[in-house]
Nanobody, 125 residues
Framework: QVELVESGGGFVQTGDSLRLSCAAS????????MGWFRQAPGLEREFVAA????????YYADAVSGRFTISRDNAKNTLFLQMNSLKDDDSAVYYC??????????????????WGQGTQVTVSS
């Protein structure tokens, strides 16, 4: 079992950047397909980005493509999300997640086995 802890959230202005981290413990993340999701008040949790076990494959939601970059450092057991050109609509609690298989459905939160507690990102103009 792997435990996930997000950090790096905060209050920023429109156009600013933030880098989220997700530190894992318990097991190496090298065998886990991982992703980032977010949830704004009153809305369902939505897919943001995902990355294959090796890091060679990445996937993004249309809303963040070109602005966000997902990456991982398996040696440091850490997942990252670099967020640039932040917009008000990016405000949400951001969660990292892990699942122990690859394949389809990476954008579906129910396919992930493990979740962090979330970190708040607030973007204001």
């Amino acid at each position: 079992q792997v435990e996930l802890v997000e950090s790096g959230g905060g209050f920023v202005q429109t156009g600013d950047s933030l880098r989220l981290s997700c530190a894992a413990s318990g097991r190496s993340i090298s065998s886990y397909f991982m992703g980032w999701f977010r949830q704004a008040p009153g809305l369902e949790r939505e897919f943001v980005a995902a990355i294959t076990e090796s890091g060679r494959g990445t996937y993004y939601a249309d809303a963040v493509s070109g602005r966000f970059t997902i990456s991982r450092d398996n040696a440091k057991n850490t997942l990252f999300l670099q967020m640039n050109s932040l917009k008000d609509d990016d405000s949400a609690v951001y969660y990292c997640a892990a699942r122990d298989y690859s394949g389809s459905g990476y954008h579906v939160d129910q396919t992930y086995n493990y979740w962090g507690q979330g970190t708040q990102v607030t973007v204001s103009s």
